[in-house]
């Protein structure tokens, strides 16, 4: 079974463009989770799907984030205009529903968006 | 507001020896709590729950405890190796609902010398 993977590994971007993150959970999970860590500080929640719709959206930054997940299957994250305080590492998890909640996560490998 | 509070400080130990990570939380008791492992460049990986009503879990090496009282759950790594080295995450869900949404300690680096 393919894990969760995301593209690019790692994005170098001007201040004031834009670049776009990809995500592509594990088949058939219908929950689609967004995180980002900063250097220093702990993970920290973005977004989270269920199928195509935004279930929790509490976590973005500002509205020059925008998240689609389009057919409930891949995810974009898209930031326009970039910032310096954006750079970071981009998780994003997948889970499925268990009786009682979705429980463990399975996390990509993570984009590395550095903005100069 | 929650919080999940580990020991940002790297904990060194002689292969052989049981690894033992701390993990406070704030407010009030989370139905779980997760323990991950993350290994440099790559996202973290699932390694155990425990729920609000169980005292303790293992797994092969490891094993979570869970103290309500406390507030605190540990972790720990019997007969280490340095194939364990790494960072391990504690993570509570966000809130009362069960929505998956997660808060992330900082994490703990684990370096295990042969």
């Known amino acids: 079974e393919a894990g969760v993977t995301q593209f690019p590994s790692h994005s170098v971007i001007e201040k004031g463009q834009t670049v776009t993150l990809r995500c592509d959970p594990i088949?058939?999970?219908?929950?689609l989770y967004w995180y980002r860590r900063v250097m220093g500080k702990e993970i920290k929640f973005l977004l989270h799907?269920?199928?195509?719709?935004?279930?929790?959206e509490s976590g973005m930054p500002n509205n020059r984030f925008l998240a689609e997940r389009t057919g409930g299957t891949y995810s974009t994250l898209k930031v326009q205009p970039a910032e310096l305080e954006d750079s970071g590492v981009y998780f994003c998890?997948?889970?499925?529903?268990?009786?009682?909640?979705?429980?463990?996560?399975?996390f990509g490998p993570g984009t590395r968006l550095t903005v100069t | 507001s929650q919080k999940i509070e580990q020991n940002s400080e790297a904990l060194n130990i002689q292969e052989g020896k049981t690894a033992t990570l701390t993990c406070n939380y704030t407010?009030?008791?989370?139905?779980?709590l997760q323990w991950y492992r993350q290994d440099p460049g790559r996202g973290p990986v699932f390694l155990l729950l425990?729920?609000?009503?169980?005292k303790e879990k293992r797994k092969e090496r490891l094993k979570v405890t869970f103290d309500t009282t406390l507030k605190q759950s540990l972790f720990h790594i019997t007969a280490s190796q340095p194939a364990d080295s790494a960072t391990y995450l504690c993570?509570?869900?966000?809130?009362?609902?069960?929505?998956?949404?997660?808060?992330f300690g900082q994490g703990t680096t684990l370096q295990v010398k042969p």
């Open positions: 998890a997948s889970s499925q529903w268990r009786a009682g909640g979705s429980y463990e996560q399975y």
């Open positions: 088949s058939g999970h219908d929950n």
């Open positions: 799907f269920v199928k195509e719709s935004k279930q929790d």
């Open positions: 407010n009030y008791s989370p139905a779980y």
């Open positions: 425990i729920r609000e009503n169980e």
């Open positions: 993570a509570r869900p966000a809130g009362a609902s069960n929505t998956g949404k997660l808060i």
